[in-house]
């Protein structure tokens, strides 16, 4: 929940970047990413200028009543929040939100991780965000700029049909943000 003073006015996604933008009113820029550098520690990293946030909160998704999965556990700690999930055949998973103020901005880390990457998803996950937050926005974003220059770089196409080439654009970004 940001401060009242802010407001969203419009979300762009930079392919070229691998980084959601969301304008405020006024002029500044919530800045986002999933980080390319670390594939086998995900982590989306956010920063939010102004105030320090209102409110952090997570929702487990709704479809998981469908599933007639039992309800998630949510926790809280500091300046992290949480929920675990037991699903079916003893998978688990744990989302975790972390934030911390630096400077004139938040950053906020969130993370899943599942019980094959531990005994404990909650414990990974904490883990992670804890590590994200530590050396800071600018830190954590030029190995993610540096990968996605270089995915970019290994080859190029010229198509004469502006819809055609916007598409392919999409779908290569899409194929490196898998």
């Not at 970047?17 to 594939?39: C, M, N, Q």
């Not at 320090?52 to 300046?79: C, F, I, N, V």
């Not at 972390?98 to 005994?119: F, I, N, P, Q, Y």
């Amino acid at each position: 929940t940001l401060d009242p003073s802010q407001s969203i006015e419009t979300f762009e996604l930079s392919l070229a970047t691998a980084k959601a933008i969301a304008r405020l009113k006024g002029g500044s820029e919530i800045r986002a990413f999933i980080s390319a550098a670390k594939v086998r520690e995900p982590v989306a990293v956010l920063r939010i200028p102004g105030p320090a946030l209102k409110d952090l909160r997570l929702r487990p998704p709704d479809s998981l009543k469908k599933l007639h999965y039992p309800p998630a556990q949510p926790g809280e700690a500091g300046s992290q929040r949480w929920f675990e999930q037991e699903c079916a055949d003893g998978f688990s998973y744990a989302v975790c939100a972390g934030w911390k103020r630096a400077g004139d901005s938040t950053l906020v880390a969130v993370t899943v991780a599942t019980r094959a990457e531990g005994k404990s998803p909650l414990a990974v996950a904490q883990a992670r965000v804890q590590a994200a937050l530590k050396p800071g926005y600018d830190k954590l974003a030029a190995p993610h700029a540096a990968w996605w220059a270089g995915f970019w770089k290994r080859s190029s196409l010229s198509v004469p049909e502006p819809h055609i080439l916007q598409q392919y654009c999409f779908v290569r970004y899409l194929y490196g943000a898998a």
